[in-house]
C-alpha cells in the first residue's frame, strides 16, 4: 500500500485502485476509489461547498505475525476531521472512529490482511469491482455490522419498518419508492451512499452491503454528532436545505383525479370561498393537455385558461398543473426532441420507454439542453399565464418496465445514474423560477440525496386506500425526514381503491385527513371510486376522453366527514405561527418537521423503539390512528409535561397511558415543560 498526503486529503494506492479520503464540512469525510487513472469529480449530491476543514493525517505500522511465525511491520495511514477519523491499513481496508471510538468498520475476510474473525480462506474483499466487459464496474462495498444497531432515513419503502436493521432495500426509483440514500445511525453517525446508480443495500445482521450496479468511482460521506439533530444539520450543510417555504402555502391544498375543465376547477373554488373555507393551493391533474409532451392546456375544455387563473388569484389561491416527463410520438415537440437528442435513448428493441395512454419517450432530465427546452413550453404556456408552481408527476421517470440496463441517458447509462433523474428533473423548474424572483413550491413523486434544495415537496405517490397503506406512510414519512428531505405529504385518502360508498373508507379518510393536519403539506387527492363518470369525449387524445373519479372536496363524503374536516382544517389555519417557526428551522438546521420520538428524545431509550407515533416540529406530540375502528390508543409520553390539545388534560412524561380517539380526532399532545 502507497499513501501520500494531497491537500487535506489522504491518498492510498494498490493493486489499480486509488482511494481518497478527506475533510467534507464539520465532523465529516468523504471517501471515494476508483479503478480509473482519475476521479470523474462528479459532485452527484455533495453540491455545497464544505467550507475550511483542517484535516490531520499521520502514519505508523502494526505489527503482524507471518505463516513462518515472524512478525513483519505493515504501513497504516490515518486521517482526522474534528471528531471523525479514519484508519487505513495495508490492504487498504478502513476503520472508522468517533471521538477514538470504532462505529463502522469495512468486512474483510481476504488472505493477506484480515481484521476480521472470518476464515482468511473465503477471500472477500471489502471493495468488490467486478467490470463488465468493455465497460465500467459493477461495486459492492461491504461493511461489518454493529449488534444492536437501529438505522433510519434512506429515503420511502412501502413498508412499516421505521428501523431498517435486517431491511434489504432496493435502490431504484419507483411509483411510491423513493430511493435517497443517507442513513443515521444510532450510533451517532450519518452516511450519505453518493452514487446514483441502481442498486441495493443490505442492513443484514452478519453484513451490510452496498451494491452500485454500474459506475466508475465509489463514493460515500461519513459524518458524525451526538444525536440525529447533529447529523441533520452536519450532513444538509453540505447537500442543501430547503428554503423557505412561503407562508401562503402552509394551509390546505385542494385536487382530485382529475378536474376536466376550467369550469370545474372554479365551481369547486367558488364553493370552497362560499364556505369561508381558504385554498392555498388547487391542482389541476393530468390530461388536462392535448397530448403528453405538448405541456399546454387543450383549450377545448381550457379556453381561457389566464381569465381562470385570474379568479383563482383573486380569491387568494394559487394554481398548480401537472406536467409529465413523457413525450407522445404524436406531440409537436416530439420530432424535434428526437432529433436533437433530447430523449432518453433505449439500448435495444423499439425506441418506446412508456406506453400508458400513448407511445412514449420520457425527456433526458439530465441534458442540460433538454431541461432549458422544456422550460421554455412551460414558460409560455403556464408560468406566462400566471400558474404559481407544477406537479412534476412521474418523475422517477415511470416507466413501462424497470429494465434499466435497457436505457440510456445524457450523462451514463441508467445503471449509473437513474436515481438522480427526478432531483435533475425538478431543476428543469426550480432554477428557472428562482432566476424569476420566486420560491418555487413544485411537487414531486420521487426526488435523491439533495432533492431538498431545490424545492421539492415530494409525496408518497400513488399508494391504495387502505390501512395497511396508512400505517406505512407514516414510516416513509418518518424516514424520508431523516434523509434530509423535509417537505414531504401523502395523498389523504389514498390514492386508489377507494370507493366514496364505502363506510370503511370514508373512516380511513377521515383519519387520514386528521394526520395530515400535521404534516409539512395538507393535500388532499385521489382517483375515487366508482368509475361511473363518463368521458366528454369521444376522442382518443385531449382533454375529455380519459376518465375521472368521484368528487373529492371536503363535502363529497356526507355531513359528519365534512364537520370533522372542516374542524380539523380550522386546526391546521390555527397552527400557522407554529408552522412558520418549523418551517424556518428546515431551512436553517435542515430538520425535518415529522421528526422520530428520538431526534427531540435522544437520550430516552424508550423513543428508539416508538415507531407508530411522532413529534411535529419539537412541541406536538402526533399520535394517528392507524387501525379500523379503533376509539382509542396507546401513547407513550417521553420526559416532561404534556396537555392533550383536545381536553387541555396535563400529563406527566416517561410513563405510557391510553387516551381516547373518537372519530372527530387523534390524540395530539404539546410539550409544556
Known sequence: MEFRQDGQALVCRRQGETLRIEPWGKDGLRVRATMYPHFTDNEWALTVAPGETESEI???????????????????ARITNGRISALVNHGGVIRFYRDGKLFLQEYYANYGGSITKESHCMKIVNREWTPYVGGDYRLTVRFE???????????????????????????????????????????????????????????????????????KDMDYYLTVADAPKGILENYTSVSGRAPEMPEDMMGFWQCKLRYRTQEEVLTVARRYKELGIQLDAIIIDFFHWTVQGDWKFDTTYWPDPKAMVDELHAMG??????????????????????????????????????????????????????????????????ADLGIDDFWLDNSEPDLTKYDFDNFRYHIGPALSCSNIYPQWYSRTYDEPMRAMGKTPVNLLRSGWAGSQKYGNVLWSGDVPSTWESLRDQLSAGLNMGLAGIPWWNTDIGGFMEGNVNDPDFIELLIRWYEWAVFQPV????????????????????????????????????????????????????????????????????????????????????????????????????????????????????????????????????????????????????????
Open 58 to 76: 499521520t502514519y505508523s505500522t502494526v505489527s503482524l505475525r507471518e505463516g513462518d511465525g515472524n512478525y513483519r511491520e505493515y504501513p497504516t
Open 145 to 215: 455490522p454493529n449488534d444492536g444497531e437501529k438505522l433510519y432515513g434512506m429515503g420511502q419503502y412501502q413498508q412499516p419498518y421505521l428501523d431498517l436493521k435486517g431491511c434489504v432495500l432496493e435502490m431504484a426509483q419507483k411509483n411510491s419508492q423513493t430511493t435517497v440514500p443517507f442513513l443515521v445511525s444510532s450510533l451517532g453517525y450519518g452516511m450519505l451512499w453518493n452514487n446514483p446508480a441502481v442498486g441495493r443495500v443490505t442492513f443484514g445482521k452478519n453484513q451490510t452491503v452496498w451494491e452500485a450496479g454500474c459506475c
Open 522 to 673: 395538507m393535500r388532499l387527492h385521489g382517483d375515487r371510486e366508482p368509475f361511473t363518470i363518463p368521458a366528454l369525449d369521444d376522442r382518443d387524445w385531449g382533454g375529455g376522453y380519459l376518465h375521472t373519479g368521484q368528487d373529492n372536496e371536503m363535502w363529497s363524503y356526507g355531513e359528519q366527514a365534512y364537520q370533522i374536516m372542516r374542524s380539523n382544517y380550522e386546526l391546521r389555519r390555527s397552527l400557522k405561527p407554529y408552522l412558520k417557526e418549523i418551517f424556518a428551522e428546515a431551512s436553517s438546521n435542515g430538520s425535518p418537521l415529522m421528526r422520530t420520538l428520538f431526534y427531540e428524545f435522544p437520550e430516552d431509550s424508550q423513543a428508539w423503539r416508538v415507531d407508530d407515533e411522532y413529534m411535529f416540529g419539537p412541541k406536538y406530540l402526533v399520535c394517528p390512528v392507524l387501525h379500523s375502528g379503533a376509539r382509542e390508543r396507546e401513547v407513550y409520553l417521553p420526559e416532561g409535561q404534556w396537555m392533550d390539545i383536545r381536553t387541555e388534560e396535563k400529563y406527566e412524561g416517561n410513563q405510557c397511558i391510553t387516551v381516547s380517539a373518537p372519530l372527530e380526532s387523534i390524540p395530539v399532545f404539546r410539550k409544556m415543560a
Open 317 to 382: 389561491i394559487k394554481v398548480i398543473v401537472s406536467v409529465w416527463p413523457s413525450v407522445d410520438r404524436r406531440s409537436e415537440n416530439f420530432g424535434e426532441m428526437l432529433e436533437r437528442g433530447m430523449l432518453i435513448r433505449t439500448e435495444r428493441g423499439s425506441l418506446q420507454t412508456y406506453d400508458y395512454q400513448g407511445d412514449c419517450l420520457q425527456i433526458d432530465a439530465t441534458n442540460p439542453e433538454t431541461r432549458a427546452y422544456v422550460w421554455e413550453k412551460c414558460k409560455a404556456n403556464y
